[in-house]
């Protein structure tokens, strides 16, 4: 095996050689001295890597298409190598981003390749070209590029309800954390919990389909009702959050919740579906607020709030 990695590094080192005096045959500065620059680079970056990880590159090319915890430039990873005639390709995954991904468990068949930080680094024989080695890296580019707008498609989907395409509950929480704590001392926002009334003979009188539909234009009812910087969230079943930025007077909050209201009896009146209203709670925030004390709180409002069972609201 030393004998094999010791001929790909040779090759790497002849490979390298050719492209340095390709370069240097070119005395006028111009697209095609570039480009010679650009596959030196490339050839001694391929050499280094070859060079430094030696070990590591022989425990994956001795098991090929085995998974082998590797260490590459002093960090850890899950590796294998997939061979081919030409070149191999290798694949990488940091053990951190394995362990920190996996409390997610309901997403790891999606996010797998998420999971797949990619250094696919091309295996030249000695007969390839510095042409062909920088095409891999470019194909590997690419690869990695695809991979990037997958993980932030998944990333967005996770944040997502599914019924309404709201932000859901563990989404929600982390925004208005993250504004509190960006929050200055004279700073206020406002927590609004909301809660539909008499939602359960919705679904006993019309069934579940319908009360989905009531639960959609609720939702589409409270985004159309508040600003672009303020954030709503259903947080599951018929309840539904807001968090208004900048202000600390509830007449603002109270006057929201009435909006909705208003406008949720109208536009179900036009659809011909089941009335709603919903009670609501609020409390007022600031930069020494945590969110688990602030959703107690609105909660607690928001039971005031439904003694009447027809949209009331209530604060803290």
């Not at 430094?52 to 899950?78: C, F, G």
């Not at 590997?140 to 990037?148: A, F, P």
């Not at 539909?213 to 599951?236: P, W, Y």
Request: with cysteine; aromatic share 6%.
């Amino acid at each position: 095996m030393g004998s094999v990695l010791s001929g790909e590094t040779a090759a790497a080192e002849k490979a390298l050689r050719q492209a340095e005096e390709a370069r240097d045959k070119i005395t006028e500065q111009g697209q095609a001295k570039q480009k010679a620059q650009e596959e030196a680079e490339a050839a001694a970056l391929f050499l280094q890597f070859l060079q430094t990880n030696s070990p590591a590159v022989k425990q994956l090319l001795d098991q090929p298409a085995q998974v082998l915890p590797v260490k590459i430039d002093q960090r850890h990873y899950y590796g294998t190598m997939q061979t081919g005639e030409s070149y191999h390709v290798l694949f990488l995954v940091p053990l951190t981003s394995l362990l920190a991904q996996s409390v997610q468990v309901w997403l790891l068949p999606l996010l797998s390749i998420e999971l797949i930080l990619v250094y696919g680094l091309s295996r030249i024989r000695k007969e390839l070209h510095t042409r062909e080695l920088r095409q891999a890296y470019i194909e590997l580019g690419q690869t990695q590029k695809r991979l990037e707008i997958a993980l932030k498609a998944a990333q967005k989907a996770a944040a997502i309800d599914d019924l309404t395409g709201m932000m859901n509950v563990k989404s929600f929480c982390q925004n208005v954390t993250e504004q509190i704590q960006h929050m200055q001392e004279n700073d206020h926002g406002i927590l609004i919990f909301l809660d539909g009334d008499h939602f359960k003979t919705i679904n006993d009188t019309y069934g579940h389909q319908v009360g989905d539909e009531v639960i959609k234009l609720a939702s589409q009812m409270i985004i159309g009702r508040i600003r672009t910087i303020d954030l709503a969230s259903r947080l599951h079943g018929d309840e539904f959050a807001i968090f208004v930025s900048n202000t600390q007077d509830y007449q603002v909050a109270r006057k929201i919740v009435e909006d909705i209201n208003t406008t949720l009896l109208a536009e179900s009146a036009r659809r011909h579906m089941p009335n709603i209203t919903l009670s609501a709670g609020a409390v007022i925030a600031t930069c020494k607020s945590s969110y688990p004390l602030l959703a107690k709180q609105a909660d607690q409002a928001l039971y005031d709030a439904k003694a009447t069972h027809n949209g009331g609201f209530a604060h803290a």
